[in-house]
T-cell receptor, first 111, second 111 residues
């Protein structure tokens, strides 16, 4: 049972480039979340989804987009990378009022 | 003021000591989570509780809903307990569950 799988683990981007962070879960969870973690700060919610075809903005959505075409996958898209998006990104999933399962994170640097 | 406040921010202990990490919150919640994050590692859920006390091995979590306060205790601390401990509160219901995170407490246990 793989749980929540994030790819890639590390990435360096140039300013203005785009990329997609992948997240997949095999637990048939309805709820999926994208967070960013900056040094000295708590995790901040970027986007979340309560099921396939349904997404909503979190606390810090600017500069990001998501889609949820299947229950398993919840990719996060950066269209025009900016230095402020340098962070560690975590994907998580749950079945609502249960503990969230986190991926191992993607460390992204934008130079 | 953050909705979730943790104290202390940093804690250094000697092996064998009893550890307490505190979490206070200012919003209504469905439940409270304690999470553990090892350096460079992923995030693991330790406890989810909405009342009373839970125990798992050397870890004990308590919550006082009236006072909006929770504590995480570690008995007989060990160097492998060194990690960041994160408090997060779960808000919402129906089809809308979201976590709000504290900034974390960095625990270092020296041998």
């Amino acid at each position: 049972n793989a749980g929540v799988t994030q790819t890639p683990k590390f990435r360096i981007l140039k300013i203005g480039q785009s990329m997609t962070l992948q997240c997949a879960q095999d637990m048939n969870h309805n709820y999926m979340y994208w967070y960013r973690q900056d040094p000295g700060m708590g995790l901040k919610l970027i986007y979340y989804s309560v099921g396939a075809g349904i997404t909503d903005k979190g606390e810090v959505p600017n500069g990001y987009n998501v889609s949820r075409s299947t229950t398993e996958d919840f990719p996060l898209r950066l269209e025009l990378a900016a230095p402020s998006q340098t962070s560690v990104y975590f994907c998580a999933s749950t079945n609502g009022n249960q503990p969230q399962h986190f991926g191992d994170g993607t460390r992204l640097s934008i130079l | 003021k953050n909705e979730v406040e943790q104290s202390p921010q940093n804690l250094t202990a000697q092996e064998g000591e009893f550890i307490t990490i505190n979490c206070s919150y200012s919003v209504g919640i469905s439940a409270l989570h304690w999470l553990q994050q090892h350096p460079g590692g992923g995030i693991v859920s330790l406890f989810m509780l909405s009342s009373g006390k839970k125990k798992h091995g050397r870890l004990i979590a308590t919550i006082n809903i009236q006072e909006k306060h929770s504590s995480l205790h570690i008995t007989a601390s060990h160097p492998r307990d060194s990690a960041v401990y994160i408090c997060a509160v779960l808000q919402g219901g129906g089809s809308n569950y979201k976590l709000t995170f504290g900034k974390g407490t960095l625990l270092t246990v020296n041998p």
